[in-house]
């Protein structure tokens, strides 16, 4: 089981860990690594012939990572061997009633055989075998790979929350800047506010000398329409509760990306509509000042889990 005590903070899609361990016998290899993906692909490469694995395997690697493609690769081999010979007493055993079925029939057939020496029974296949330990049973084999993965994972973890806690500072900075910018936003729009007015008022002038007989209620109308497209305040206020929702996520713990991605397509919005509606050449670049540092953030965004 991967350890929960340290399930803290954003995690990194990018990791890597690999890990060596042995038991009765068996040497092995694990190499985990993965890469940024729009969901969770995991690529296994197994040895054959442990029932099981896979299964245990697939259930750790997804309560471990959430999102990612993934690539887990597992190598066997033998452990260190020795030059002493041991005797399959099964092997011996099968062996050994062989020859005395062979000598009983030959007998009854009145035919002599040569006496077996011990060399020759062991030279038979399966009686004796050159060095190394038996391997363990699947089952037990089963459960030393999947103890030992937990580890593998903890590190593979480590290494993403490191990368993570990274790239939330990065993204702090720049939810900063874009609460920054929104500010200035704010001013810039108080500050027009008098030569809006004054836009109104002449445009008011212009149309009552136009068309006289124009209905006050009707120019008036259109007149207050100018005056909300002109507005940027709802604007602001959204940029706001995304700047507190943004810095909410980046506390929080667990999978965070796909909800600032989210998050940054509000942002978009928002200072695309703060362009089109600012009416000022100071109010339209801190608009392109945000979009950039927007776009900066959503470059980060996409490599977290």
């Known amino acids: 089981m991967v350890n929960q005590t340290q399930a803290k903070g954003p995690l990194s899609m990018t990791g890597f860990a ?37 299964a245990g395997v697939r259930e750790a690697m997804a309560r471990a990572v959430a999102r990612g493609s993934v690539q887990l690769t597992l190598k066997l081999t033998a452990g260190e061997v020795s030059d002493a010979m041991r005797i399959n007493p099964a092997g011996l055993a099968a062996a050994l009633a062989a020859l005395a079925s062979v000598e009983a029939q030959a007998a009854g057939q009145g035919i002599e055989l040569a006496a077996t020496s011990a060399a020759q029974v062991l030279a038979l296949r399966g009686v004796a075998q050159q060095g190394g330990a038996e391997l363990p049973d699947p089952a037990a084999l089963r459960a030393a790979l999947l103890a030992d993965l937990a580890g593998l994972l903890n590190d593979f973890n480590a290494m993403r929350r490191a990368e993570g806690a990274a790239l939330a500072r990065v993204l702090a900075a720049q939810i900063d ?4 910018l929104t500010a200035t936003a704010a001013e810039a729009a108080e500050a027009r506010r008098p030569e809006v007015a004054e836009a109104l008022k002449a445009a008011l002038a212009r149309v009552a000398d136009a068309a006289p007989g124009a209905d006050p209620g009707r120019v008036a109308a259109e007149l207050a329409m100018l005056a909300i497209k002109a507005d940027v305040t709802e604007e602001l206020d959204r940029l706001r509760a995304h700047i507190a929702a943004a810095r909410a996520h980046l506390a929080a713990d667990g999978p965070i990306g796909r909800k600032l991605e989210f998050l940054t397509q509000e942002f978009v919005r928002e200072a695309n509509t703060l362009c089109s509606k600012s009416g000022s050449t100071r109010l339209t670049a801190i608009g392109l000042d945000l979009k950039h540092v927007i776009d900066q953030m959503r470059e980060q965004i996409q490599n977290l889990e």
């Not at 042995?22 to 490469?45: C, I, P, Q, S, Y």
């Not at 800047?177 to 920054?180: F, K, L, M, N, T």
């Open 18 to 54: 690999a890990r060596q361990g042995a038991a009765a016998g068996v040497e092995w290899a694990w190499d985990l690594r993965a890469v940024n993906g729009k969901g969770f692909d995991l690529r296994l490469r197994l040895p054959e012939g442990i029932e099981g694995l896979e």
């Open 177 to 180: 800047r874009i609460a920054e």
